[in-house]
Structure formats: C-alpha cells, structure tokens
C-alpha cells in the first residue's frame, strides 16, 4: 500500500514570512513528485513538480526532494493571503501504475 | 490556456439510480484519470484510461462504476447504481504522457440521497 503522508496543520505563518511544507511518501521507487494546491471547494490546480534530488525553484515557491529519506518539501518565500489554501503532496510511481498518490494535505494559513 | 472541463458542478440523485458525470481533456492530451475526494478526506484514484481501454483501476472502482470516451472529446464516468457512500466531489484529468503533469478539472459534486 503506498502511502504519502503530510502534517495536516492548519500552519499558521504571517504575512511575508516563509511556510515550510513537508510530505514523506512510502514507496521507494516513486519517479516523480507533485505540488497541488487546493482552495477549499474547488479542483488541485499544479504549484510544481520535482523529479531529481536537489532543490527545483519557480517564483516565490522552492520544491526540494530526498528520495534517500523518501522526503519533498514545498517552500513558500513572502508568503501572501492569497497562498491561503490546502497544499496536497502527489506521487507518480511510475512502473506501469498511472495513478498519483495523494496526501492528505496541510491547510496553510497566511495571516495579513 | 487549455483546461480540463466538466459537467455538470452539482449533480444530486437518489440512492440507487445511475448517473453520468461528464469531461472534455485537455485535446491534446491521450491519458485520463478519475479521482474521487470524499467530503474532509484525500483525493483517491479511481481509474486511468489510455487508447480506448483502461490501463489502471483501483478497488473503488468496482463493477458499479464504467468509463466511456464515446467520441474524440468526452471522457465519461457511469455509477450504475448509485450510494449514498458514493457522495464526493470527482474530478477528471489528464496528461499528455503516462507520467506527465496530470491536469485537474473543477469537479462534479455528487450528492446520493
């Protein structure tokens, strides 16, 4: 049973700050790795994606991977109200599965 | 920019009767997924769909449940016979390739009474 699991919140930041968020997921050989952000009501739309190690940069968002310790993370840099969301961690196992694997989420709040 | 759609937002039904939810991909894109996301709880995989046949399911996705793409844009999910457990939002997707970036939908809100 693959399993990706995320600290469920809700984080609190203020407004400027920069929100860390984390997702450890099980399967080993996962290939690839997802951001999604989710208003509340609404669809995942992508943040970003990672699939080698390292740190991968898009604006004011950072996603860093360590497949050694099966761990991504999503940084948000001047973090805004608007980032105010639930933040779902996706893996892609690849290896003939065609599915995304879904955590939970942590809901993020940015307070002004 | 090119999105994924689907209709209708809000579909309510009684226990036991059939339903539709209907989505057009993104035209380019050749694989499709449904996801389901129960009311508080993570977004679940039901099924994925590539050259007309589907490559992956899960086990909610059992004998109730069908999938159809009847012509060159629609990608449809049947439940035969609905539950009131089958209540959640579904979202379509799709990607261009079997490990793209999959493309999320706004969602059809089933209600089952």
């Known amino acids: 049973q693959k399993e990706v699991e995320q600290n469920s919140g809700p984080l609190s930041v203020p407004e400027g700050a920069i929100a860390s968020l984390n997702c450890t997921y099980s399967?080993?050989?996962?290939?690839?790795f997802f951001w999604y952000r989710q208003y509340s009501g609404k669809s995942p739309e992508l943040i970003m994606f990672?699939?080698?190690?390292g740190d991968k940069e898009d604006g004011r968002f950072t996603a860093q991977l360590n497949k050694a310790s099966q761990y991504v993370s999503l940084l948000i840099r001047d973090s805004q109200p608007s980032d105010s969301a639930t933040y779902l961690c996706?893996?892609?196992?690849?290896?003939?599965?065609?599915?995304?694997?879904f955590g939970k989420g942590t809901k993020l709040s940015v307070i002004p | 920019e090119p999105e994924v759609t689907q209709t209708p937002s809000h579909q309510v039904t009684q226990m036991g009767q059939e339903v539709i939810l209907h989505c057009v991909p993104i035209?380019?894109?050749?694989?499709f997924y449904w996801y389901r996301q129960i009311l508080g709880q993570k977004v679940e995989f039901l099924v994925s769909?590539?050259?007309?046949?589907?490559?992956?399911k899960s086990e909610i996705f059992d004998d109730q449940f069908s999938v159809e793409r009847p012509d060159g844009s629609n990608f449809t999910l049947k439940i035969r016979s609905t539950k009131l457990e089958d209540s959640a939002m579904y979202f379509c997707?799709?990607?261009?390739?079997?490990?793209?970036?999959?493309?999320f939908g706004p969602g059809t809100r089933l209600t089952v009474l």
């Open positions: 769909f590539y050259n007309n046949e589907i490559s992956e």
């Open positions: 399967d080993r050989g996962s290939q690839s």
């Open positions: 997707a799709s990607s261009a390739g079997a490990s793209d970036t999959q493309y």
């Open positions: 996706a893996v892609f196992s690849g290896a003939g599965s065609y599915q995304l694997t």
């Open positions: 035209s380019n894109h050749l694989y």
């Open positions: 990672i699939y080698s190690n």
